[in-house]
């Protein structure tokens, strides 16, 4: 079997198992009526493929995990903070950062993990520089400014390492179908 073939049926199975989680029972009018929605989805509506130009490191992925994990909890005490202590409100800024990511779908899994991040929400994405523009919240001094940045690079690093690496990228072919 192509990898094609186990993508297409991976597709079918996981429609079918959302369609009787969505039902909320198992049975065999919900398995087969599930499968029917997945082929009609799937043959009616489908998605162009998605290029592959590198390769999943998973030590490097852990790494990744870890990481924006902590900054996901990190990021919440600080918002938290934000929020309740006494004074003024934060002084907010939209902050623009490079990022040297090659493959469009890489750029936008590290947009989505940026966006996780509390306190930062991407509002912009020039793809062909490679720039990002992000709402930040707490950059009323440089060395808020400067965390910012660095947790920007540690994440494109991170990225970098688990899914493209120099030695690993190779511009996907664009397939026809």
Known sequence: MTRRTLLRLGVLCWLTLVWMLLWGNVSAANVLSGLAVAL?????????????????????????????????????????????????????????????IKSDFILALAVNVINLI????????????????????DVGSDAAVQKFHRQIADVERLMIASFERDADWEPARRETT
């Open 118 to 137: 509390p306190g930062s929400i991407v509002l912009e994405i020039d793809q062909t520089r490679r720039l990002i523009y992000v709402h930040v919240i």
């Open 40 to 100: 009609v989805i799937t043959v009616l509506l489908p998605l162009p493929a998605v290029p592959v130009e590198g390769r999943l490191h998973p030590i490097s992925l852990l790494a990744l995990v870890v990481r924006v994990s902590y900054y996901l909890v990190a990021s919440s005490v600080q918002v938290a903070w934000l929020a309740v202590r006494p004074g003024p409100p934060p002084q907010a800024a939209v902050l623009r950062a490079h990022l040297a």
